[in-house]
């Protein structure tokens, strides 16, 4: 076997620890198992495939649609649009459903089964007619197994009981919880920038991470030996052994650093100065270090990553069983749940079902936040509803992405009063603002007038106001929070909440980074929330001072 050549480099962003562990690449394989069992806990894998591949055949409809509509081919149309009504009939969609539950079987093999039943029934009929309706149901079926052919899979090729690092061009936030579920140890990709949202999940679970890192997918191979430092934002391929050993130092230097950190998980003595601290939350896994680490609340629970993979509409049940743990293990302190900042990129699976929620040429200017909501007023008053009912266990908060203008807020004020009177729960929910369009920051005594409190959103803030994207990795030295704009903007907006005398936090990565704490003090921001494992850093600055 021929010795791999050492090589290192540089990462555009990073997120923090250091692992030094074995390369698995994202290997995307096609599936073309048509008839499988699989476990009880891989049916609801199954189900969103299936719904997965319902949604990309609905959009190849809508290209081909447009396609035919443009060139006037009047009978093929007429073909997809039956194709269309099959595609959104949940009768028979619904069976399918139910066979991958009850039977524990894979997408495909339901499929093949109603389609057999469905063909055999309308043999039986010897009507013309229903040769075409045959015709039809075939080539509907076509359709979703291909595009349930099409699917990616993460194939893990290795089996090794070193941590495993995955590579990957690019990665989905969804796809950072999901491989972070099945214990992998970092992740490195070639796209992503310091505040794209796959970054911010892995800060917050503590995961080691790199990304807009160059040509490291191409050398590397499954099974190489990677070091990745996320503490300092670099990698070495396959090091020497001496290398390796200086390494090894380096990685026991950065653990001794966290287990000193530890010191920082009790609150400040209360002689200390500090701003309240508070954690911004994603998932329902990160509460229980929530709960150690002492915060005064929780001032972002970014809602919509909890239902990133679900493919159907969350149901108010669904959400209220969410939303009521985070309540009951905050224990009274505060909850501010944000409403769904669902679009962006942050794409949810059950997204192609709502109304108007096709991306546009520009994600991240289009329907997202309180515009998608407002659009599917259902779907709001559903989440404002299950919010409602987790608050009878504790203190809850409602916070809104995205506003730009006043009429925003106002039309989810008059919500939140519907669904009280509705559910008959008269508990009240102050209601809050993000501050992070420009707009809302030249409007923010506007908005406070029409609020209770506002919450700087400082990651997309600086997207908007300095025009860069946050998410593209050729973008990453332009994306900083170090142009003076940030600072002028972050001044308005405080001299504004003042002049109203309301409550301004901050819940964007900078409340997280040492390098601002004293700044933003200095500023008169009093409320901070972070990611749970910034927390500790920040309050080791505070004590530092
Ligand atoms: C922000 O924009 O600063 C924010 C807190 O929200 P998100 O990062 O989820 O867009
Ligand atoms: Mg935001």
Known sequence: MTEKEPCQGRAGAWSQGMVIGRVQKLNYTHQNTPHQHVDATQVCEQLERFDMSINAALEELDKEQAYLCQNQ???????LDIHRMLLQDN??????????????????????QKINELLTFFNQLQNSHFKNKKLD??????????????QIHVKTVLSTKEPLIFIAQNFHPADVIQLWRKHMKGIVSKQGGTNSHAMIIARSIGLPALMGVDHLIDMASDGDLLVLNAELGYWSLNPSESELDVYRQEFNATNLEQSRLQHYIHRLPSTTKSPSLMVNVELIEELELVKELEVDGIGLFRTEFIFANASQIPTLEQQYRYYVQAVRAMQGKDVTFRLMDIGGDKPTLFQRLLHRAPKGMNPLMGMRGIRLLLENMPLLYTQIKAILMAAKEGSVRIVIPMVHRCEEVIAVREALVLCQNE???????PLGVVIEIP??????????????????GTNDLIQYTLATDRNNEYMANSYTDQHPAILEMLKITVKKAKSKNTELSICGEIAGDPAWTQILMDLGITHLSMSPHSILRVRQRLSTK
Request: some cysteine; hydrophobic content about 50%; proline content about 0%.
């Open 91 to 112: 009768d028979w969609l619904n069976d399918i459903r139910d066979k991958i539950e009850k039977q524990c079987i894979n997408a495909e093999w339901a499929l093949f």
């Open 137 to 150: 149901i075939e080539q509907a079926g076509d359709r979703i197994l291909r595009h349930l052919a099409s």
């Open 73 to 79: 081919h009047a009978e093929s149309l007429h073909v």
């Open 439 to 456: 707009a809302a920051v030249m409007i923010a005594d506007q908005l406070a007038d029409i609020c209770d409190f506002l919450s700087i």
């Open 423 to 429: 559910l008959n729960i008269h508990i009240d929910i």
